[in-house]
């Protein structure tokens, strides 16, 4: 007989890959399953030993989930916090595996400038709403490749969007976009975070995918983020392109030397191609967890914990994408994004906009269209959703 009860709760399951899925971004989030474990009597000292003894969980999960709602143990549902997401979607190339709204710039010269000018208006428009609504900027989340563009319009960009004693983050897709201008230029406007889309330092997966860099160019790009102080996020896939376990530790080992302050693994399960998703072998799904098992065994092991945690579309096999952060350096974007903390107010192509009323336990969204062609030729239209979704009214 266990030694924990939970009431009556027709909502719990032993089955946790059963757990709510979030509106906003359509994957499993575990975390609401544990705070319904915690909202039933289970106590936080006890979470672990339920989870496992109880609920019939994997111990190693239990573990993880239990670590990760006791870094968790900050957060505040304040319904005036927001963050603002904008979306930068040009590179100088696309890889293989890019799902993300993205246009090669060499390519997109007939609607480059007429994004700029619509993403500018809509910045401009969420800076009103925030003014009128008297919301504080918990975070700023630059989405795709920033650095990407000229040095001037990052600039301008940033001065519109930037707010002061928040949280900055840029995402950058490639080293190669990190120069010592483009750095100077973040931190003149308080950019705090970077956050490194590196998937892999294995040098034949990343030819495979068609990336143009190696873990040389990461290196020697750190030695001009070291001079400015930026906290950085490494994001890393698990299985990319079928890696064992040993090249899977040594992306961690090699990430960890470069001294990030965060590193996101996530759990991908891509083989060679999109084509050969799902994974329904059951061996290969076996292999997945073992992989996923010992990094958490090896992060925990070098002193980072786990402070987010959700997973893949379950027919994937639910494996988890978790965040990993070393004390006191953990992205509250992320943490706020998969928990469904805060409003967020998106600009820019594919970008969702979330209405939270936590003491109505309320979520709402909409979505910017995914086409830039259609974002540019609907602009008009598109902001006076944004209006309405957001009870804004200029005559007031």
């Not at 939970?6 to 989030?29: G, H, I, M, Q």
Request: hydrophobic share 40%; with cysteine.
């Amino acid at each position: 007989m266990s030694r924990f009860r939970l009431p009556k709760n027709p909502a719990l399951s032993k089955d946790y890959t059963k757990c709510p899925w979030t509106a906003e971004t359509r994957v499993s989030n575990p975390m609401l399953y544990v705070h319904k474990v915690l909202d039933s009597g289970v106590q936080m000292d006890e979470l672990r030993d339920y989870l496992f003894l109880d609920m019939h969980m994997d111990r190693r999960k239990a573990d993880l989930l239990a670590r990760t709602v006791k870094q968790q143990g900050h957060i505040v549902r304040n319904d005036n916090e927001v963050m603002m997401t904008i979306n930068v979607p040009f590179c100088a190339w696309r890889c293989f595996n890019c799902q993300r709204v993205m246009y090669q710039i060499s390519k997109s010269e007939d609607v480059y400038e007429y994004y700029f000018d619509n993403l500018m208006r809509e910045v401009e428009l969420s800076r009103a709403i925030i003014a009128k609504k008297c919301y504080i900027v918990k975070s700023v989340f630059y989405m795709g490749n920033l650095l990407a563009l000229d040095n001037d319009k990052i600039e301008k960009i940033l001065s519109l969007s930037a707010f002061s004693l928040c949280e900055t983050c840029v995402e950058v897709g490639s080293p190669a976009f990190i120069t010592h201008e483009k750095l100077a230029i973040l931190k003149k406007y308080g950019v705090t975070r970077l956050v490194l889309n590196a998937l892999t330092f294995n040098t034949v997966s990343l030819r495979k995918l068609c990336r143009r860099f190696e873990f040389k160019d990461f290196y020697d790009a750190y030695k001009v983020i070291t001079e400015f102080g930026f906290d950085v996020n490494i994001e890393l896939a698990v299985g990319m392109m079928n890696e064992r376990w040993l090249q899977v530790k040594r992306n961690i080992q090699l990430a960890m030397d470069l001294g990030a302050t965060n590193i996101d693994l996530y759990a991908r399960g891509c083989p060679l191609s999109p084509e050969q998703l799902p994974l329904v072998d059951k061996n290969k799904i076996a292999d997945m967890r073992k992989i996923l098992e010992a990094s958490y065994d090896f992060m925990i092991e070098n002193g980072y914990e786990p402070y987010f945690v959700y997973n893949t579309e379950l027919e994937h096999g639910c494996f988890e994408n978790v965040g990993y952060t070393i004390p006191n350096k953990k992205c509250y974007y992320f943490e706020d994004r998969v928990e469904s903390v805060s409003t967020i107010i998106g600009c820019g192509t594919n970008a969702t906009s979330v209405l939270v009323k936590n003491l109505h336990n309320e979520k709402s969204s909409i979505t910017n269209p995914y086409d830039i062609g259609q974002y540019i030729l609907g602009i008009e239209e598109y902001l006076d959703k944004k209006k309405k979704f957001f009870g804004f009214d200029f005559t007031k």
